[in-house]
C-alpha cells in the first residue's frame, strides 16, 4: 500500500481519535458504578490488528492508556486471531495482562475488514464490585482478590455467554451494576467498530496498518529526537516508602543514550505476601507516560512513541512480581513511578520536572448494611497536592498522575450511610522552598451504621513527598479512626458514630527558600 | 405613531450589532458600532441614535428593545467582577477552591486549575447542617451568620453567596441566613445556591452562586444606566434581556440572577439558525457558525435549540472542557471548536498539517490582508482554492493579495513536501474535519445521526465550508441564510420569553408519588408565569414544558425526559425507557430508575416576535456575475463554477451546482450535483446530488 500522504494521515487520525471519544462519552452517560461516571476511571482505545495503540479517549487516565494495547495482545495471543468472528466481543480483568487488579474489567471487540482483523476496539472500566476482599491490602494471593476471568469470549453472533455472566452476577456483591457496566463497554467497543469501518469506507482503507505504520513511524523519529535532546548519561534515584512493616526502597536508573532511553528498577524491593504489588503492565505504563508528559506531551499518545524507551523491573520485585501475587493496591506502588523518574532527571532536565506529588491516590472503601437494611458498597478517592517546578508551586489537592475526582459530597452522602462533617485543605502541608508544593486536604467521615467494613489505600504517612534542589518535604498524610492512628494496611470495622480522619499529604518544595 | 419596531441589541467584543425590525412589513434594518467597553451603554445609545436617523425611524416608533451581551462572561474571563464573598456549611468553604481535583489535560506538567472568583479569607463558615434528604442535623446558628457577613462587609466586600450542604433539598437555612443578613445589611447583594442553582452536587453549585454574586453588581449598574438612556432617548419600548437558555426575560429578573445572560449572545445566534430552519420548514437542524477564530455548532431539534442543564465559563484553555468555572444554568447547548477563518496552518510535530486553534485574528490576519502576516490561514486556502474572490472582498471594501496567501500557502507545502495545490485543499479538509468531529461527537451524544440534520450556516466563514462539512458528516442539506453578519441579532428579535426552574427529587421511581410531582410542576409554573407573563408575552399561549432528570439507580449521569401527561407511573416509566433507548441502544436488564429532578420550561410568544423577514430585496441587477474556477474535493480538483450575485436572485431562483453565491459579508460554495433553491425568506437550500 501506498504511503500517506501528511494531510490524508492527519484527517484520518482525527476522525479515529473522534471515534474513541464518542466511545467514552458513551460508558460516561452509560455506566453504573460512580467510579466510571463520576471519577473516569476507564478508558477507551483503538489498536491496529497486531495490538499496537492508535488512538485513545481524549481525557482518560494514564494507566489504563499504557495497559490497553498490551491486554490486547495478550488476548490475541491467548485466542487465536483466525478464530475470531465480526461481531465477536473479548472480556478479561487478569490483572497481568489487564490494569494490574481485577476490578478492572477489558471489553475488546475485533474490527473487521474483508474477512480478517484489522484493528481492535478496547475498553477498561472500574466496576463498582468484582467479589473476594474490599481492596485489601492484606490478601496474600490473588485468588483472595476477586472474581477472576481469563481471556474469554463474551458474545458472539449477539449471544452473551449466560455462564460466564452468571457465574460473574453470583460473584460480586453488586451484580446489576457490575453487569451493567460490562454492558456500558459493549456498548462502547461497538460503536468504535462502526466508526471506524465507516472511516476505512470514507478514505478506502484496505486496514489500518498504512495509517498505523505512519503514524508509529513519525511519532518514534520525533521522540527519539526529543530523548536525543536530553544529556547523555546515567540518572540514578532511590527512596523510601511507607512499606508494610517495614519501609519499601524504590531504586531507578535512568540511561539516556543515542536517543534512546533505558529505565531500570534494579535495587527496588521484593514482592511482598500482601496486596501492594504493580504489575510490570502498569509499571510499564507509567513509565512511558512520564517521559512522553516529560518529552513529548503535545503528539497524541500512540504506540510509537514508546519504541525509543526500554524498560526493566527484575522479576520478583514490587513492580514485577510473579503470579499469583495479589495486586488489588497496585496503584499506590505503581504512582511513585513518576515521581522515581523525575527524580532521576532532575538534574538532566530540572526546568522540566516537578518535586514528588503527595497524592498517590488515597482510597477508603466502605461496605456493609446501612440502617434500612440495604447491602452498600462505595468508595471515595482523596487526592493530595502535587509537587513544586522550578517556576510553579505545587497544586493543591489534585489527582497525579491518576486523574480520578473525588466523589462530590453531596452523593457520597446519598449512597452511604455517612456524614462528612468537613473537608478542607491543610494549608500548611506543600513542602516548603523557592516554590512550595501543592496542599493536601482533611477529610472527617462519620459513620452512620455498625459493623462498616472499611479498607484505605494510603501512602506517605511514614515519609512525606520530598522535595528538590533542597525543597522542603510535604507534610506526611494520616488516617485516624476517633482521633487515634489506624493501621491503613489492615481491615477495620466501623461502628455508628465512628469518625474516620484522612488527611493527604503536601507536594514537595522546589529550591531552598 | 404606533410603536411598531422591534430593537435588538448585540453587545460583542468589538462591535455593538444594532437591528431596526418591523415584524409589519419584514423590513429590517442593520447597523455595526463599534463597542466602548469602558461604558458600553455609550456605545449601543450612539449606535441607536445613527441607525435610526439613517432610516427615518422616530424612537417613539420602538415598541421593544431585546438585549444580548457579553459582559458578564467577559467579567469573569477578566475577573473584573464585583468583591465577592462566600458564607457557607462549616467544615467546607475549601469546597470552591478544591473543585473536581481533576485534571483537564493529563500530559501538561505545569497544569493551572481555574483560581476561585473569592479568595479564602473571604470564604466564611457557620455552624449548621442539613442530611440530604432535607432534614434538619445542625440548625442554623443566625447571629454567626449576621457576624461573618459583618466582617465581609467591614473588608469591602459587596456581594455575597450563601451555600450551605443539601441546600437543594431545603432551602430554609440559606432563606433564614439571607434574611437575617439583609435585615443588617440591607445595601449588601445577596445570591442563594437554592435560588440560583437547587441541584445536587455542590461544588458546581456553589460555583454557580458564586459567580452569580460576582457580577450581579455589575449588572445592576449597568441595566438600570441602560433602561434610563433608552427611556431618556424617547424610546417607549420596554427593555428586555436576552438569557442563556434561548429565552428573554425583564430587567429585574436579569438583575437576580444575571448568571442567566453569560451565553446570551451565543444563545441568540443558535436561535437566529432555528428561525431561519422553521422558515425553511425543517425539523432539525446544526447551527454552524464559522468566524474568524471560533466555530460554533448547535443542534435544533423541532425548532427549538437544545438546552443543557450547565456549561463552563471563563476557561482556562478555551476548547478544553473541565478547565472552567461550572456553571449551572440552562444555556443553548454549543460546542465552541478553535477553527476559523483566522485559523493558521502549520507543520506539526510529526510533520502533519494542523490547522488552528491558534489564530492570526485580524491583526495581522491572513497573509492576504496583507497587514504582515505570513503564515497560511483558512481564509488563504479558500482564497486559493477558488472559493472567495479577491475582487469582491467584504463586498470589494478590502483590498486582497492574493499572491501573499499562494506564497504562504506554498511555503507550508514545501515545509510538508506536498504540491500547492494539496496544501491549500489540505488546509480546507482538515479544518472542516475538525468541525465535523466535533459535531459527530455532540449528535452522538444525543443519540442522533447526523444524516437526520440540515446544516444551518451563519457567520463569515461558515457558508464557504458548510458544503465540505456536511459531506463529511453524511448530511443532504445545507442552508444559507441572508445577512449572515447579523444572524444572531435577527435571531433575538424573534426569541420567546422563556423561564427554566428545577427542583431536586432524589427517590427511587418505586417511591415516587405522582400527585406529589404534579404539585411540584404546578409550584414551577406558578413561580416561572409571572415572570414570563411580565415581559409582555402571551400566556394564553404558552408552551409549558415538563421535564425529569432520570437515571437507573446507581448511575452518575441523567437522562432528561420530557412527562407525560397525565402522569402515571406506567407513562412515566416508558418515556424514561423510550428516551434511554434513544440515547444508548438499550436498557439494561433489572435495574430500578429514579428520579434526580425536575424541570419546568415555560415559554410563550412575545408580540412583535413574529413574522416574515424581509432583507434580500433583489437588486435588479446581473444576477450572472461570470465564473471562476473553484476546488471540490468530491470532483478531486477544481471546476469551473458559476458565481452569482446573491443580491439579485429573482424570486423562486433555482439552479444546479457547482455555484459560488457572492454577498457582502460571505460566500456560499454549493458543490457540483447539488439542487439549489430560493426561499422566500431570502435564504438559499441546496441538496446534495443522490450519488454522494
Known amino acids: 500500500m501506498p504511503r500517506l500522504d501528511p494531510v490524508t494521515l492527519e484527517l484520518v487520525w482525527t476522525r479515529l481519535v473522534s471515534a474513541v471519544d464518542e466511545a467514552a462519552k458513551a460508558i460516561v452517560r452509560t455506566s453504573f458504578s460512580t467510579l466510571s461516571n463520576e471519577a473516569n476511571d476507564f478508558a477507551c482505545v483503538l489498536t491496529d490488528a497486531e495490538g499496537r495503540s492508535l488512538a485513545q479517549n481524549t481525557g482518560s487516565i494514564p494507566s489504563f492508556i499504557g495497559t490497553l494495547p498490551g491486554t490486547v495482545r495478550a488476548l490475541r495471543d491467548a485466542i487465536p486471531p483466525a478464530s475470531m468472528q465480526p461481531g465477536d466481543v473479548y472480556i478479561t480483568n487478569n490483572p497481568w495482562i489487564g490494569t494490574g487488579h481485577l476490578n478492572d474489567i477489558s471489553i475488546v471487540r475485533p474490527i473487521f475488514r474483508e474477512g480478517r482483523v484489522a484493528g481492535y476496539a478496547a475498553t477498561t472500566s472500574h466496576v463498582p464490585d468484582i467479589g473476594g476482599r474490599i481492596r485489601s491490602t492484606e490478601a496474600r494471593e490473588l485468588f483472595e482478590e476477586g472474581f477472576h476471568i481469563p481471556p474469554m469470549r463474551l458474545m458472539r453472533d449477539g449471544v452473551v455467554d449466560q455462564t460466564l455472566l452468571t457465574l460473574l452476577r453470583t460473584n460480586v456483591r453488586t451484580p446489576d451494576q457490575t453487569e451493567g457496566d460490562v454492558w456500558a463497554q459493549v456498548g462502547a467497543v461497538s460503536l468504535i467498530d462502526d466508526r471506524v469501518r465507516r472511516t476505512m469506507d470514507s478514505y478506502r482503507l484496505d486496514g489500518l496498518e498504512a495509517v498505523a505504520d505512519e503514524i508509529f513511524d513519525r511519532s518514534e523519529a520525533e521522540m527519539r529526537r526529543r530523548i536525543a535532546g536530553v544529556p547523555d548519561g546515567c540518572w540514578r534515584y532511590v527512596m523510601q516508602t511507607d512499606g508494610l512493616d517495614a519501609p519499601f526502597t524504590f531504586a531507578v536508573e535512568v540511561r539516556i543514550a543515542g536517543g534512546e532511553a533505558h529505565v531500570d528498577f534494579t535495587g527496588t524491593s521484593p514482592q511482598q505476601p500482601r496486596a501492594v504489588n504493580c504489575v510490570f503492565a502498569y509499571t510499564r505504563a507509567m513509565t512511558v507516560f512520564t517521559l512522553k508528559a516529560l518529552l513529548l506531551p503535545e503528539v497524541p499518545n500512540n504506540e510509537g512513541i514508546f519504541r525509543a524507551i526500554h524498560i526493566h523491573a527484575p522479576e520478583g520485585s514490587i513492580l514485577n512480581p510473579r503470579w499469583p501475587a495479589a495486586v488489588g493496591g497496585r496503584a499506590a506502588t505503581g504512582h511513585y513511578v513518576p515521581v522515581l523518574i523525575f527524580g532521576a532527571l532532575a538534574e538532566a532536565l530540572p526546568d522540566k520536572v516537578r518535586a514528588a506529588p503527595g497524592s498517590p491516590l488515597w482510597i477508603m472503601n466502605i461496605a456493609g448494611t446501612d440502617p434500612a437494611g440495604r447491602s452498600f458498597a462505595n468508595v471515595f478517592f482523596f487526592n493530595g497536592g502535587t509537587g513544586a517546578g522550578a517556576a510553579q508551586d505545587g497544586v493543591d489537592c489534585i489527582s497525579w498522575p491518576s486523574n480520578i475526582s473525588a466523589t462530590p459530597i453531596e452523593v457520597a452522602e446519598r449512597t452511604a450511610p455517612v456524614l462528612i462533617h468537613h473537608k478542607r485543605l491543610r494549608p500548611e502541608s506543600g513542602g516548603a522552598g523557592h516554590q512550595r508544593g501543592g496542599a493536601g486536604q482533611e477529610t472527617v467521615i462519620e459513620c452512620e451504621s455498625d459493623d462498616v467494613a472499611a479498607v484505605f489505600v494510603t501512602e506517605r504517612i511514614r515519609f512525606g513527598a520530598p522535595g528538590l534542589f533542597g525543597g522542603g518535604a510535604g507534610a506526611p498524610g494520616a488516617v485516624l479512626l476517633d482521633g487515634v492512628p489506624a493501621d491503613t494496611r489492615r481491615q477495620q470495622t466501623l461502628a455508628k458514630g465512628t469518625r474516620v480522619t484522612i488527611a493527604t499529604p503536601g507536594g514537595g518544595g522546589f529550591g531552598g527558600s | ?692
Not at chain 2, 462587609?153 to 439583609?182: C, D, K, M, Q, W
Not at chain 2, 437554592?194 to 459567580?211: C, K, L
Not at chain 2, 474535519?433 to 445521526?449: D, P, Q, Y
Open chain 2, 1 to 692: 405613531m404606533a410603536a411598531t419596531y422591534s430593537l435588538g441589541i448585540d453587545i460583542g467584543g468589538t462591535f455593538t450589532d444594532i437591528v431596526a425590525f418591523d415584524p409589519l412589513s419584514g423590513r429590517a434594518f442593520i447597523w455595526k458600532e463599534s463597542t466602548t467597553p469602558d461604558d458600553p451603554a455609550r456605545g449601543v445609545m450612539a449606535g441607536i441614535a445613527r441607525l435610526l436617523g439613517a432610516h427615518g425611524i422616530a424612537p417613539a416608533q420602538i415598541g421593544r428593545v431585546v438585549h444580548a451581551t457579553t459582559l458578564f462572561t467577559n467579567a469573569l474571563i477578566e475577573r473584573k467582577g464585583a468583591r465577592t464573598g462566600l458564607i457557607t456549611t462549616a467544615g467546607f468553604r475549601d469546597v470552591l477552591e478544591i473543585g473536581r481535583e481533576r485534571k483537564y489535560e493529563l500530559y501538561d506538567i505545569f497544569i493551572e486549575m481555574p483560581r476561585p472568583l473569592v479568595p479564602r479569607p473571604w470564604r466564611r463558615e457557620v455552624p449548621e447542617r442539613l442530611a440530604s434528604d432535607g432534614t434538619i442535623v445542625t440548625p442554623l446558628d443566625v447571629a454567626a451568620c449576621v457576624a461573618e457577613a459583618g466582617a465581609l462587609v467591614a473588608e469591602g466586600v459587596e456581594s455575597l453567596a450563601i451555600v450551605f450542604l443539601h441546600a437543594y433539598a431545603n432551602p430554609v437555612h440559606e432563606r433564614t441566613a439571607a434574611e437575617a443578613i439583609a435585615a443588617r445589611f440591607p445595601s449588601l447583594s445577596i445570591s442563594l445556591s437554592s435560588d440560583i442553582a437547587p441541584e445536587i452536587r455542590e461544588y458546581p453549585r456553589a460555583s454557580t452562586a458564586v459567580a452569580n454574586a460576582y457580577v450581579r453588581p455589575l449588572s445592576e449598574i449597568y441595566l438600570q444606566r441602560l433602561e434610563q438612556e433608552i427611556a431618556a432617548a424617547g424610546i417607549p419600548g420596554s427593555l428586555h434581556l436576552m438569557l442563556s437558555n434561548g429565552g428573554l426575560t425583564h430587567v429585574d429578573e436579569a438583575k437576580r440572577a444575571p448568571v442567566q445572560l453569560l451565553e446570551s449572545g451565543p444563545a441568540a445566534g443558535a436561535l437566529a439558525g432555528a428561525w431561519f430552519g422553521r422558515n425553511a420548514g425543517l425539523e432539525r437542524v446544526l447551527a454552524f457558525d464559522m468566524g474568524g477564530t471560533t466555530a460554533k455548532l448547535a443542534l435544533v431539534d423541532d425548532g427549538q435549540p437544545l438546552v443543557a442543564w450547565g456549561f463552563e465559563a471563563a476557561r482556562e484553555r478555551r476548547f478544553l472542557r473541565g478547565s472552567g468555572l461550572p456553571i449551572q444554568i440552562a444555556t443553548v447547548e454549543l460546542i465552541e471548536i478553535g477553527a476559523g477563518g483566522g485559523s493558521i496552518a502549520r507543520r506539526s510535530e510529526l510533520s502533519t498539517l494542523h490547522v488552528g486553534p491558534d489564530s492570526a485574528g485580524a491583526q495581522p490576519g491572513p497573509a492576504c490582508y496583507a497587514r504582515g502576516g505570513t503564515e497560511a490561514t483558512v481564509t488563504d486556502a479558500d482564497l486559493a482554492l477558488g472559493c472567495l474572490n479577491a475582487d469582491f472582498f467584504l463586498g470589494g471594501a478590502m483590498a486582497i493579495d492574493a499572491p501573499a496567501a499562494e506564497a504562504a500557502v506554498g511555503r507550508l507545502a514545501a515545509a510538508l513536501a506536498v504540491e500547492p495545490a494539496r496544501a491549500a485543499s489540505g488546509i480546507q479538509d482538515v479544518v472542516n474535519e475538525t468541525m465535523a468531529g466535533a459535531a459527530r461527537v455532540a449528535i452522538a451524544e444525543r443519540g442522533r445521526v447526523p444524516h437526520e440534520y440540515a446544516l444551518m450556516a451563519t457567520g463569515g466563514a461558515a457558508p464557504v465550508h458548510a458544503w465540505g462539512v456536511a459531506r463529511k458528516l453524511g448530511i443532504r442539506r445545507v442552508v444559507c441564510p441572508p445577512g449572515a453578519g447579523a444572524g444572531s441579532t435577527i435571531g433575538m428579535l424573534m426569541a420567546p420569553a422563556r423561564v427554566d426552574r428545577v427542583a431536586s427529587l432524589n427517590l427511587p421511581f418505586a417511591e415516587a408519588d405522582m400527585a406529589a410531582i404534579e404539585e411540584t410542576f404546578a409550584r414551577l409554573e406558578n413561580e416561572a408565569a409571572p415572570l414570563v407573563a411580565a415581559t409582555g408575552a402571551d400566556l394564553a399561549r404558552r408552551d409549558t414544558r415538563w421535564l425529569a432528570d432520570m437515571r437507573y439507580i446507581g448511575q452518575g449521569s441523567e437522562v432528561t425526559v420530557a412527562m407525560p401527561r397525565p402522569l402515571s407511573p406506567e407513562a412515566v416509566r416508558a418515556a424514561f425507557e423510550a428516551e434511554y433507548r434513544r440515547l444508548f441502544g438499550r436498557t439494561p436488564p433489572g435495574a430500578a430508575i429514579q428520579f434526580v429532578a425536575l424541570r419546568l420550561s415555560l415559554s410563550a410568544p412575545v408580540p412583535g416576535a413574529e413574522g416574515r423577514l424581509d432583507l434580500a430585496a433583489a437588486s435588479g441587477g446581473t444576477m450572472l456575475k461570470g465564473s471562476r474556477p473553484v476546488h471540490f474535493a468530491e470532483a478531486g480538483g477544481m471546476v469551473g463554477t458559476p458565481v452569482y450575485d446573491r443580491y439579485a436572485l429573482p424570486p423562486g431562483f433555482a439552479a444546479e451546482g457547482p455555484a459560488v453565491f457572492e454577498e457582502n459579508e460571505s460566500t456560499f460554495v454549493v458543490g457540483p450535483g447539488a439542487r439549489i433553491a430560493l426561499l422566500p425568506d431570502g435564504s438559499l437550500v441546496a441538496d446534495m446530488p443522490e450519488a454522494t
